[in-house]
DNA sequence: GCACCAATATAACAGTGTTATATGCGGAGC
DNA sequence: GCTCCGCATATAACACTGTTATATTGGTGC
């Protein structure tokens, strides 16, 4: 919480541009996907020219990139959103549903952040080591989260202490990711069978990363 | 092996050229990416004009179409080419492992594949229902191999009888494909940490599959 | 008020996929 | 063997795209 800083009021409608220009281009995504961005059609919508998008993020590609971001900051308040229930095992199982639920929700988004070609954006990667690409995601707070119920599952005892909660914490993502990849694409024929099939692959690797203490508590979470 | 078919040479000539447009494309899509494909470089590669795109497949989304079904053969290839062990468990395990390889070694291929924006193919849609859209990639070979490999683990009495293969495959295809989705992505720091990784998470959603008499079977496999 | 600088608008450039038109070549009928 | 028809092809135009060069405008500091 800093207090105002004494901002110009052209830096003011700089920053109102540069909003409405990441709402407007938002609205497109939503609407038509990725591809339906234009920066002609996006510069008209906002009654500008397309220069303002070179001033306000440098192209089209720094567009798009605050658009990941932005795309990382939903699904990070989805999973803030999840109830954390003092199990961390039912704690992580929300998480996963609230992914799903994002991934849902916000196809075009979820279709944005699992574009392999999507370079990505400066704010989101490490300082320190750039490579490899991915890796300033590990510090967001959508993976964070995840990452802290992991924690909880080890301190708890239903993980073992010997793992490491990174590798805990990507095999989870790799299946919950990789389902909400394939629902987005069609795999399954409606909502239901594909949910169903959801809770059964995140439950399948739930069960094989478990403890056997951890293992005997989960199974008296399915069965009640 | 069917007789040759009176094919006139015009025939043959057009089916030389899309042969010639595919494999220029391919080579386009390896080296560059799949946005590197542009009708009017491939046509002055292959010596001829844009219209012959538009005869041979109907345009580029047809050209598209053609390198995604050559992308599920080079699959099904890969995964033909594992060594089928008398062990439907080491076989399966075999499978996960030819699909990370096929990802690996056609990076371009892959990311076409996992492309949601991509429409399935007429000959990959399964005929009658032509919803959902990735339903017929159900029919192909490149999944029914897999399916074949859980169809014995069923039989063998390590996954149990009572679930359905589909959501068996399902699940172990959502984590693999999963993984190697993150791992194109740059996720990991380097290829040996990511195969570490690969192997947990498959390790894991076999684990949680598996009857107790599966599991046994499994960890004198791994303890091995 | 004036000078300067940044942001903008206009327009041009180099591409893209697609389509309309015209040319030419190959196969069928006589 | 010749004619004629049809289809595949080439050329060129169209409607787009992102990017860039140029000129004009607008706000800020002096």
Redesign the pocket.
């Given at each position: 919480m800093t207090i105002a800083e004494p901002e110009?009021?052209?830096?003011k409608?700089?920053l109102a541009?540069?909003d409405a220009l990441l709402d407007a281009a938002s609205e497109m995504l939503v609407h038509g996907g990725p591809d339906s961005?234009?920066?002609?059609?996006?510069?008209s919508r906002v009654?500008?020219?397309?220069?303002?998008?070179?001033?306000?993020f440098g192209?089209?590609?720094?567009?798009i990139a605050a658009l990941f971001e932005e795309a990382f900051d939903r699904l990070a308040a989805a999973e803030a959103a999840a109830p954390k229930h003092d199990e961390p095992l039912l704690w992580l199982g929300e998480l996963a549903g609230a992914y799903r639920g994002f991934a849902l929700k916000n196809p075009s988004y979820y279709a944005l952040m699992i574009s392999a070609t999507m370079p990505i954006p400066e704010s989101l990667r490490h300082k320190e080591t750039a490579e490899p690409a991915a890796r300033g995601v590990s510090q967001h707070a959508s993976y964070q989260i995840m990452l802290s119920a992991v924690e909880a599952c080890i301190a708890d005892g239903s993980f073992p202490s010997e793992k490491d909660p990174d590798e805990l914490a990507g095999a989870l993502w790799s299946a919950v990711h990789g389902h909400c990849s394939l629902e987005l694409a069609g795999f399954y024929e409606n909502r239901e069978t594909a949910e169903k099939r959801f809770n059964l692959t995140t439950e399948a690797v739930l069960r094989g990363l478990l403890t056997p203490k951890g293992l005997e508590k989960f199974e008296s979470f399915t069965r009640g």
């Amino acid at each position: 919480m800093t207090i105002a800083e004494p901002e110009t009021i052209a830096g003011k409608k700089r920053l109102a541009q540069r909003d409405a220009l990441l709402d407007a281009a938002s609205e497109m995504l939503v609407h038509g996907g990725p591809d339906s961005i234009s920066l002609r059609k996006l510069a008209s919508r906002v009654g500008t020219s397309t220069m303002a998008v070179y001033t306000a993020f440098g192209g089209k590609d720094g567009l798009i990139a605050a658009l990941f971001e932005e795309a990382f900051d939903r699904l990070a308040a989805a999973e803030a959103a999840a109830p954390k229930h003092d199990e961390p095992l039912l704690w992580l199982g929300e998480l996963a549903g609230a992914y799903r639920g994002f991934a849902l929700k916000n196809p075009s988004y979820y279709a944005l952040m699992i574009s392999a070609t999507m370079p990505i954006p400066e704010s989101l990667r490490h300082k320190e080591t750039a490579e490899p690409a991915a890796r300033g995601v590990s510090q967001h707070a959508s993976y964070q989260i995840m990452l802290s119920a992991v924690e909880a599952c080890i301190a708890d005892g239903s993980f073992p202490s010997e793992k490491d909660p990174d590798e805990l914490a990507g095999a989870l993502w790799s299946a919950v990711h990789g389902h909400c990849s394939l629902e987005l694409a069609g795999f399954y024929e409606n909502r239901e069978t594909a949910e169903k099939r959801f809770n059964l692959t995140t439950e399948a690797v739930l069960r094989g990363l478990l403890t056997p203490k951890g293992l005997e508590k989960f199974e008296s979470f399915t069965r009640g």
